[in-house]
């Protein structure tokens, strides 16, 4: 309303300034000025006051305020989910009981079905000393130490080492079914030490039971 009402008088001041400009019959010998130069002249007033309302609208104007845009936060991501390990529950296998022999001692002992013992009258004596070609006999008891029946005709013979004998005699048949518990006299067999000192091992087998290892041990002079 106020721009309006000094516009309004901007252009009545203009209207006066061109009527007062407008030539008129000369009075006294002032100079006169001439329709072009009073329209110019009341142009630039209108462009000055233009310019001067430009300038106190500018001036009224609030000044701007600067919205400030929040900072976009960039949310910080949960941390990784961690599976946890499983545990490692140990296996523990119970060792199995160990077969050993009835001399051996400790352990868990099962009698096998063929099993022997020999050392019943066993002749020569363990480790008995001998000169040099000295002859003597060997014989031993054999026993069936086992849970079943040896048939008969089962060998019992010479089977490693040295052999007293010298090529002799060396091989007895059992020519009778022997039970549980049950024994036998294998021998005599003619035998000489050998001619070098030392000790000396003669075995035998006995055919049909692994578990049966006669032997006769003897030192020489």
């Given amino acids: 309303m106020k721009m309006t009402i000094r516009f309004a008088m901007l252009i009545s001041a203009a209207a006066l300034l061109l009527s007062a400009c407008v030539p008129t019959p000369a009075a006294n010998d002032g ?3 001439d329709a072009t130069q009073a329209a110019q ?51 523990v296998i119970a060792p199995t009981a160990t077969t050993a ?12 079905q063929y099993y022997c013992t020999y050392n019943q009258g066993k002749r020569p004596k363990e480790n008995e000393v001998f000169a040099a070609g000295d002859s003597f006999d060997i014989k031993f008891t054999i026993v069936n130490g086992g849970t079943a029946t040896w048939p008969a005709g089962i060998d ?38 050998p001619n070098q000192s030392g000790h000396y091992v003669m075995g035998f087998i006995v055919e049909g039971v692994d578990n049966c290892t006669p032997y006769i041990a003897i030192n020489v002079k």
């Fill in 31 to 33: 100079a006169t000025i």
């Fill in 41 to 91: 002249m009341v142009e630039e007033a209108v462009q000055k006051a233009l310019d001067g309302q430009a300038t106190q609208n500018a001036a009224n104007q609030p000044a701007a305020t600067a919205t400030l845009l929040p900072a976009t936060v960039t949310p910080i991501p949960a941390p990784a989910t961690e599976t946890p390990i499983p545990t490692v529950t140990a296996i």
């Fill in 101 to 112: 022999p009835a001399s051996g001692g400790g352990g868990t002992y099962t009698t096998p």
């Fill in 156 to 193: 019992v013979k010479y089977g490693y080492n040295t052999d007293f004998t010298n090529g002799g005699t060396s091989r007895m048949e059992i020519p009778v079914a022997l039970g549980p518990g049950e024994s036998y006299q294998i021998g005599p067999f003619d035998a000489w030490a």
